[in-house]
């Protein structure tokens, strides 16, 4: 398997709905969010980045500004236009050349199968709650690395908590359910099975590859030394983090998980269905990721809280409009001296060197590690520059870089970093105008303009 790789991966990631286009094209079914977007009127998908047809420009420049990988995701409904039954030609065909391209151009495709866009069929039918949609899933996997056969790099799905959490806590991706803390567990626990199987039937199919699943990792500080603050921070923290990493990398939920899990649902009336056998599942699988995808844009501050749960989502860009308060859980709140982007993230690239070696400690079997986004949301306007120039996105990824190689030197086994993202492409809940390429899209012509952090990055691939 090292055969594969020699030296530092750098890639440009990218994800199928928000960066194709093209939701109608070639028999392509729909997804949980065309209607929705529609419906709610604040922008299309179409035609994103266009990447269904310019996919040989991204590419190339891809290639050209040094990078040697590139993530993408296969759309599952463009392969089984409602999530199962027969596979569609076209879409099969717009993925053989996509990954043809990648590779004569010396990008190694970095690939997930499931990137937020569950098939519209299988969403209204319960989507991740529903355990049919995981034999689902694990059909579609099975096609997928049968087909695909030059992919050798494979990722099952994309960030499971930001499914759950967006879906049913914080209420911005559909359903759009509110602190439903019911089904943000379940989906949790539903995901890692979808996951687990996908990855024993995998290693069973003996392929001349590798396959992980992608976490994004969210440390949780106590904004105090109050052991109140402390199990604040450990309660969420098992919410978002530590379920989930137990899940993939221990196949169990360790009993102090399970404490911190279980007072929570408890607050909230709420809870979590296990089956006979899902364990096992869990337990097989652990040992067998090749890598771990972490995704990693900030860390949160927690306080206290025993007040309602409520609360606003910042999807404009408006500086000052987030909040959020979880019953029984805790508050988060600002640090002072901690910058905050235009959508309140917090910019803490200390967050990201002390979850890699969280993760490098407590998870030995995550094996190796690869950023697979990392990235800074900005908005920009094109003025007729020969080089865009964004400096605030070259700090980001600089400061975050060197949180990186400080981790890498003492001894944690990281092997890539893909930046998010490849070119400009659509923010799910912030729509157009939020922008995190090296390469402006001009969403209107699609043209595309070299922006300076695609130089820089440049550079910086050069010196591995
Ligand atoms: C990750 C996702 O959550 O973060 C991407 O994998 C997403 O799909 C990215 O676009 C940035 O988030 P946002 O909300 O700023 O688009």
């Known amino acids: 398997m090292t055969s594969l790789h020699h030296g530092f991966i750098w890639g440009g990631a990218t994800a199928a709905y928000?960066?194709?286009?093209?939701?109608?094209?070639?028999?392509?079914?729909?997804?949980?969010?065309?209607?929705?977007?529609?419906?709610?009127?604040?922008?299309?998908?179409?035609?994103?980045?266009?990447?269904?047809?310019?996919?040989?420009?991204?590419?190339?420049?891809?290639?050209?500004?040094?990078?040697?990988?590139?993530?993408?995701?296969?759309?599952?409904?463009?392969?089984?236009?409602?999530?199962?039954?027969?596979?569609?030609?076209a879409g099969v065909e717009y993925y053989h050349k996509l990954f043809k391209e990648c590779l004569d151009h010396g990008l190694t495709p970095y690939v997930s199968l499931h990137h937020f866009d569950s098939p519209k069929t299988l969403f209204d039918d319960g989507d991740w709650l529903n355990r049919k949609n995981i034999d689902y899933f694990v059909q579609y996997a099975e096609f997928c690395f049968k087909e695909f056969?030059?992919?050798?790099?494979?990722?099952?799905?994309?960030?499971?908590?930001?499914?759950a959490l967006s879906q049913y806590i914080a209420g911005n991706f559909p359903p759009n359910h509110h602190f439903d803390v019911t089904s943000a567990i379940q989906a949790e626990h539903n995901e890692l099975l979808a996951h687990a199987r996908v990855v024993n039937l995998y290693k069973s199919l003996n392929l001349d590859g590798r396959i992980g699943l992608i976490h994004v990792l969210q440390p949780i500080y106590p904004i105090t030394d109050s052991a109140a603050d402390k199990h604040a921070a450990?309660?969420?923290?098992?919410?978002?983090?530590?379920?989930?990493?137990?899940?993939?990398?221990?196949?169990?939920?360790?009993?102090?998980?399970?404490?911190?899990?279980?007072?929570?649902?408890?607050?909230?009336?709420?809870?979590?269905?296990?089956?006979?056998?899902?364990?096992?599942?869990?337990?097989?699988?652990?040992?067998?990721?090749?890598?771990?995808?972490?995704?990693?844009?900030?860390?949160?501050?927690?306080?206290?809280?025993?007040?309602?749960?409520?609360?606003?989502?910042?999807?404009?860009?408006?500086?000052?409009?987030?909040?959020?308060?979880?019953?029984?859980?805790?508050?988060?709140?600002?640090?002072?001296g901690v910058p905050t982007t235009d959508w309140d993230w917090n910019i803490y690239p200390e967050g990201l060197y002390d979850v890699l070696k969280r993760v490098a400690r407590e998870y030995p079997n995550s094996h190796m590690i690869m950023i697979t986004e990392n990235g800074l949301g900005l908005k920009e306007q094109y003025h007729g520059e020969e080089i865009m120039q964004d400096d605030k996105r070259i700090d980001f990824i600089d400061q975050h870089m060197a949180a990186v190689l400080k981790a890498r030197a003492e001894g944690v086994n990281v092997q890539g970093y893909f930046v998010w993202s490849l070119q400009d492409q659509f923010s799910w809940a912030n729509g157009y105008n939020k922008r995190y390429g090296l390469f402006y899209v001009d969403f209107d012509t699609q043209e595309r303009h070299v922006k300076k952090s695609a130089l820089w990055f440049k550079a910086l691939a050069d010196t591995m």
């Open 18 to 89: 928000q960066v194709e286009g093209a939701t109608t094209a070639d028999s392509k079914g729909k997804t949980m969010w065309d209607d929705y977007l529609k419906a709610q009127g604040r922008f299309a998908p179409d035609p994103a980045s266009d990447f269904y047809h310019r996919y040989p420009t991204d590419i190339k420049l891809a290639q050209k500004y040094g990078l040697n990988a590139i993530r993408v995701s296969i759309a599952w409904t463009r392969i089984f236009p409602k999530g199962y039954g027969e596979p569609n030609q």
């Open 149 to 163: 056969t030059e992919v050798k790099n494979w990722f099952t799905i994309n960030e499971l908590i930001s499914l």
């Open 234 to 336: 450990a309660l969420y923290d098992a919410f978002i983090n530590r379920f989930l990493l137990d899940g993939t990398f221990l196949g169990e939920y360790t009993p102090e998980t399970m404490s911190l899990i279980n007072e929570i649902l408890q607050k909230n009336d709420a809870h979590l269905d296990i089956q006979d056998g899902d364990m096992d599942i869990l337990k097989e699988a652990s040992t067998q990721n090749d890598y771990f995808g972490m995704n990693y844009y900030q860390s949160a501050f927690m306080q206290a809280y025993d007040g309602p749960s409520g609360n606003q989502f910042n999807g404009t860009g408006e500086k000052g409009t987030t909040s959020f308060s979880f019953h029984g859980v805790g508050q988060m709140v600002q640090k002072p």
